[in-house]
């Protein structure tokens, strides 16, 4: 998993926690990691959409079940790290 990052116009520096779908993925903010913002893209531009803690930690939740079904032993081992590091610390 490669590391990804997006400016936010008020918020700055996001990091990708995990894609949800093809077109959307969720970041959160880079130092403090207590705001979460569901990403998607398409043809129109970028937006931006403020999510709970509890709504992105359930969100990596489904990913982390998704990978366990049918993704490589790397990316669910990555997957993992990011969410105790971002939920768990």
Request: proline residues 3%; charged residues 25%; contains cysteine.
């Amino acid at each position: 998993m490669s590391e990804h990052y997006l400016n936010h116009p008020t918020f700055g520096l996001l990091s990708r926690l995990c894609r949800v779908d093809d077109f959307r993925s969720l970041f959160t903010t880079l130092y403090a990691q207590r705001l979460f913002f569901l990403i998607t893209t398409s043809p129109d531009g970028i937006q931006f959409e403020p999510v709970s803690r509890a709504d992105a930690k359930l969100m990596v939740e489904t990913q982390m079940r998704s990978l366990r079904r049918g993704g490589s032993d790397l990316d669910q081992k990555n997957l993992q790290h990011i969410y105790k590091r971002t939920f768990f610390q």
